[in-house]
């Protein structure tokens, strides 16, 4: 039997999708440097697009955080994968302040930093001057990528990673709210403003959860006769909304268009609550109804991952009918289509290698 060495760890050359000065997406041939101690390096397979990614545009980043890929280093700290290791990528965290010993990672006290600031959390990074990684603690508009056991998921070699690669933001964000922070019930009644992968996810949660009243309000006809098909006990097409003034339960917002926040607030009925998944919240209304800001639906994505693909091989939340897959070299295509809601969930994937 091989035993792994740390002394195997090497930088590694990658390629990387990189914003220009212009604000477009160049292929650039990285030196990532070796995974230190704690760290795992992760050759990608795919990943997903999310509209955070299209919101981080700077020069010089590689952005990217829905990663899935083959574990082929690591520190010599990892214990919970080695190379070979099929792994899903979300959210990081930092593994040690009270939150992440609480196991609430997506309160951890460093979210901000080690999820947007570029950098790791002591502020060094493994990429050259004038790169801009780190993104999400994966940055995985790339080939490779350096990663913690804090934002990876190891799932079964059997499973098909393209499609599990988006598992790890914006579904895991509208499953979890309904899931774990609203823990709907079989009596409740939800809005679902805006049907793209967030909303998706959140509807069929909903299902699962056996919600009594599932309304979904979209723009696109497309996307609410898919929103019926996958749960949804309604759809109404935004602008031509029916009174639903202080009826429901819950209200889960993934557009962040004031006119609608202003409708959500006032379909609340007594004690009811708004989640805003595009914003801050926090605020209190009236009548004990009160608003939310969610981060990642409060999930703890090594728990909350597998559930979901548990659910999905069940057939009880087909993800996989949101997916548009794209050649990672065809990234640029595929960010204007998701920026313009002609995809719900695009996917990028690398060509398979022998």
Request: charged share 20%; glycine share 10%.
């Amino acid at each position: 039997m091989s035993v792994y060495s740390p002394k195997r760890t090497a930088p590694r050359m990658i390629e990387a999708a990189v914003v220009s000065d212009n604000h477009q997406l160049k292929f650039e041939k990285l030196r990532l440097s070796a995974p230190r101690r704690n760290e795992v390096g992760v050759r990608i397979v795919a990943c997903g697009i999310c509209h955070t990614d299209i919101s981080f545009f700077s020069p010089g980043a590689v952005l990217g955080h829905e990663g899935a890929g083959i574990v082929e280093q690591i520190g010599s700290a990892v214990t919970t994968v080695k190379p070979g290791d099929h792994v899903v990528l979300s959210f990081q965290s930092c593994g040690q302040c009270d939150a992440c010993s609480a196991h609430r990672p997506a309160d951890c006290e460093h979210f901000s930093t080690l999820n947007f600031g570029f950098s790791r959390l002591d502020g060094s990074s493994a990429y050259p001057p004038g790169i801009s990684g780190h993104f999400f603690g994966q940055s995985s508009f790339a080939s490779y990528a350096l990663v913690t056991e804090q934002n990876l998921v190891k799932v079964g070699k059997s499973l098909p990673l393209a499609t599990l690669a988006p598992l790890g933001c914006g579904l895991q964000t509208g499953a979890g709210t309904v899931m774990n922070t609203l823990k709907v019930k079989k009596s409740d009644r939800l809005l679902v403003i805006g049907t793209g992968a967030v909303g998706m996810a959140a509807v069929m949660a909903a299902k699962i959860a056996g919600a009594k009243e599932i309304i979904a309000l979209d723009q696109h006809q497309h996307r609410r006769d898919l929103a019926l098909e996958l749960g949804a006990t309604e759809a109404m097409k935004t602008g031509k909304e029916r009174s639903l003034r202080e009826t429901l339960d819950y209200v889960i917002d993934t557009a962040g268009v004031s006119a609608l926040d202003k409708l959500g607030q006032d379909a609340l009925k007594d004690g009811g609550t708004m989640v805003r998944l595009t914003g801050t919240g926090g605020a209190t209304l009236s009548r004990g109804r009160k608003i939310l800001s969610v981060i990642q639906g409060d999930s703890v994505a090594q728990a909350f991952i597998p559930k979901m693909i548990t659910l999905w091989q069940a057939g009880q939340f087909p993800f996989d009918r949101l997916l548009h897959f794209y050649d990672f070299q065809d990234i640029s295509q595929a960010i204007d289509d998701a920026a313009c809601g002609k995809v719900m969930k695009a996917v990028l994937r690398w060509p398979a290698q022998a």
